[in-house]
């Protein structure tokens, strides 16, 4: 029994280190790449340190444009997702109905939609209403698309806060929005940072959306502006694009620094209806 187990815990670590590399290595050749003069497909030490990679993608066209108009679209659908999630969530979480659960599957069911099988009405729709190659119209969409699910979270960690803490607040003379906002929200904020995270997530990395929503080039976000870095013929500049995926990552990576304490901080109300 022993060895089985040793023989089990062995292939259990192969296993995990074989996972970990498969992950580790695309995101070593990202950062080797972006400093080497010669970068190529393969993960490889540079002969030399360089940062004419930077200096190439650094410009308003390739990089600074890009990334703002990623920053404009993703944090403006991020914040859009986040309120209207959260009023969304609060009558699922503290109103009992015969429509919740239903309503609920429907939400979740919607989160298996493939994007690309709605994104041929949407454009006619979108022609139609003249918000085609419009930024708020993306804005739109985008936080209509990851509603559903933001809602789904954000019910799940609404119905940790004792409700006790709102009925004394309503005993105080605050409304239902009121102590939604200085009550609910407060105690949730890991609940609020993990929607945050995942929605800003989901929408940066999106390359579908913007490209069929937005048609004039000074609009487009840095998820599909990278694509120019693929040439023609088969050519394609492998250290500036590493060095440009080193700053077209650093955005998220800010963002999670930010609310990390808060994502891993709980809800710790135990005692706060007690006495």
Same mark, same amino acid.
Request: with cysteine; charged share 10%.
């Given at each position: 029994m022993p060895r089985k187990r040793a023989s089990r815990k062995l292939a259990a670590d192969v296993s995990l280190l074989a996972a970990a590399a498969a992950f580790a290595l695309p995101l070593a050749w990202v950062l080797l790449s972006s400093v080497d003069p010669h970068a190529g497909l393969r993960v490889r030490v540079p002969d030399?340190?360089?940062?004419?990679?930077?200096?190439?993608?650094?410009?308003?066209?390739?990089?600074?444009?890009?990334?703002?108009?990623?920053?404009?679209?993703?944090?403006?659908?991020?914040?859009?997702?986040?309120?209207?999630?959260?009023?969304?969530?609060y009558p699922l979480s503290r109103f009992r109905s015969r429509l919740n659960r239903p309503f609920l599957l429907s939400i979740l069911f919607a989160t298996s939609l493939p994007i690309t099988?709605?994104?041929?009405?949407?454009?006619?729709?979108? #022609?139609?209403?003249?918000?085609?190659?419009?930024?708020?119209?993306?804005i739109l969409f985008f936080a209509a698309s990851q509603l559903p699910f933001a809602i789904?979270?954000?019910?799940?960690?609404?119905?940790?806060?004792?409700?006790?803490?709102?009925?004394a607040a309503w005993t105080d003379g605050a409304s239902s929005?009121?102590?939604?906002?200085?009550?609910?929200?407060?105690?949730?904020?890991?609940?609020?940072?993990? #929607?945050?995270?995942?929605?800003?997530?989901?929408?940066?990395?999106?390359?579908?959306?913007?490209?069929?929503?937005?048609?004039?080039?000074?609009?487009?976000?840095?998820?599909?502006?990278?694509?120019?870095?693929?040439?023609?013929r088969g050519m394609v500049a492998y250290g500036q694009?590493?060095?440009?995926?080193?700053?077209?990552?650093?955005? #998220?990576?800010?963002?999670y620094v930010l609310v990390a304490r808060r994502l891993g901080g709980g809800f710790a109300l135990g005692g706060a209806v007690k006495g």
């Open positions: 030399g340190l360089t940062l004419a990679n930077f200096d190439a993608v650094l410009t308003p066209d390739i990089t600074y444009t890009p990334l703002l108009n990623s920053l404009l679209l993703c944090g403006g659908a991020t914040a859009l997702t986040v309120a209207c999630a959260a009023l969304a969530a099988a709605i994104m041929v009405p949407v454009y006619a729709l979108f #022609v139609r209403v003249n918000l085609i190659d419009t930024l708020q119209g993306t789904w979270l954000m019910k799940n960690f609404m119905d940790g806060v004792p409700r006790e803490l709102e009925e929005l009121q102590s939604l906002v200085r009550i609910v929200l407060p105690l949730m904020g890991p609940g609020v940072a993990v #929607v945050t995270v995942f929605s800003f997530v989901m929408m940066w990395g999106n390359f579908f959306v913007p490209f069929m929503l937005l048609l004039t080039p000074d609009r487009m976000p840095a998820s599909v502006s990278i694509n120019d870095f693929f040439g023609n694009l590493a060095a440009f995926s080193v700053i077209y990552s650093t955005p #998220v990576i800010l963002l």
